[in-house]
């Protein structure tokens, strides 16, 4: 189960950057293979520093339920129901979402099977496979596990896409290089 974490924290580092460079569209690209993505911004319990994870979700009207895989002992998890409130990063924008456990809840064992279902190859990394298993093995697969909602209350104008600049440089490089490949072309023709 460490190295799982330990693998999970590297990839979460990339998912983040993906965010931050403003690719955060393509987060839900191919849902099926990748899960469907999202990025819970909250801040530290006691050190009040700011922290960024990556999520798979299932969207329910205004609500998107995620789930916290390693049970209460998720910073994460512990972060914003502390706080109540976190910031949401989706697809579609920024949200203020308001947070609240619901495993104990009518239909959270359906609403589990479909985050399962949504965070494409993450549940089978796991080792889970949530179309092929029964009630009961999802149950007793997912028994520390803890059901989030985050409910969205108020869309934000902030920008998780801090490092937009980086692409001007790419592109005025991949820009200038096509310009002297067509003067060279010219010349030699």
């Not at 189960?1 to 950057?17: A, C, Y």
């Not at 009630?135 to 007793?140: C, H, S, T």
């Not at 104008?157 to 003067?183: C, F």
């Amino acid at each position: 189960m460490d190295r799982l974490q330990k693998m999970f924290r590297s990839m979460n580092r990339g998912m983040v950057l993906m965010w931050r460079l403003g690719l955060g569209r393509w987060a839900d690209a191919w849902p099926s293979v990748g899960g469907r993505m999202l990025v819970v911004e909250h801040h530290g319990r006691k050190s009040g520093k700011r922290y960024l994870t990556p999520l798979t979700f299932t969207p329910e009207n205004r609500t998107r339920y995620c789930l916290a895989a390693f049970g209460t002992r998720s910073d994460w998890y512990r972060n914003a129901l502390a706080a109540g409130r976190v910031l949401v990063w989706l697809p579609d924008g920024t949200w203020i979402a308001r947070v609240a456990d619901v495993t104990d809840e009518a239909g959270a064992r359906i609403r589990i099977r479909r985050v399962l279902i949504d965070s494409g190859f993450a549940a089978r990394a796991f080792g889970l496979n949530p179309n092929m298993m029964t009630d009961a093995e999802i149950d007793a697969a997912t028994v520390d596990y803890r059901l989030v909602r985050l409910e969205l209350i108020d869309r934000c104008d902030e920008n998780p896409a801090d490092l937009w600049w980086v692409w001007l440089p790419i592109a005025s490089g991949v820009a200038v290089g096509i310009g002297l490949r067509v003067i060279a072309y010219r010349r030699t023709s």
